[in-house]
């Protein structure tokens, strides 16, 4: 996918997802004037607040590049505007259960189908990638910092994911040579391992 698709799409998410969050304007009036810049930093920087994040999201580029067209761009699309959404749960304060689990999960399964070049058909990909956005951005929208704003810290975090997933389909580009795949897939092996340790702490 050419660089100018991918900006594109990563757009096009970005401004979906602050769609979804702008149903609920109360929640984005509740907090302070002069929070907003100090609630989209917050965002923007939350994400890379957990290595389980920043590894499961960077995961979805490179399976998306690993899969090719269309996957490279539906799975970095299909994530952050459901991940909006679990945002959304998240600042409401309305439960879903198993949240580190299924964040760990995510970075498991991630990390294992990059580390398997595994093909599956394209709803059953974003499906997969659709449903662990859920528990990401759920993370996310509960731990809003008091006084930010709620559309604008969401906005943050959904371009932060962009940036992971757009970093995840640059390093994916290596796998058009063998010594590239061999990498990547060493890499999806240290992913999985991680999410194990990930998956062993939140059930602790």
Do not use: N
Not at 98 to 114: D, F, N, R
Not at 131 to 156: C, D, K, N, T, V
């Amino acid at each position: 996918m050419k660089t100018p698709q991918l900006a594109a799409a990563v757009t096009c998410a970005a401004a979906a997802a602050g769609a979804v969050l702008a149903l609920v304007p109360i929640v984005a009036r509740a907090h302070e004037e002069s929070g907003r810049a100090a609630g989209f930093v917050a965002g923007l920087a939350h994400p890379a607040s957990g290595m389980d994040h920043v590894l499961a999201m960077i995961a979805v580029g490179v399976w998306g590049a690993v899969l090719g067209p269309p996957a490279i761009w539906v799975l970095p699309v299909a994530f952050p505007l459901v991940m909006a959404a679990g945002g959304l749960l998240g600042l409401l304060g309305l439960p879903v259960p198993g949240v580190e689990t299924g964040i760990a999960v995510s970075t498991i399964v991630l990390g294992a189908m990059v580390l398997a070049e595994i093909r599956p058909p394209l709803w059953l990909a974003a499906g997969i990638v659709a449903f662990f956005a859920i528990f990401h951005g759920h993370a996310h929208g509960r731990e809003l910092p008091p006084g930010a704003s709620a559309l604008l810290y969401s906005l943050g975090f959904v371009c932060a994911t962009g940036l992971l997933h757009a970093a995840g389909i640059l390093l994916g580009v290596a796998h058009r040579w063998p010594t590239g795949r061999r990498a990547l897939r060493a890499a999806g092996g240290v992913i999985v391992l991680a999410g194990l340790f990930f998956l062993w702490r939140a059930l602790e």
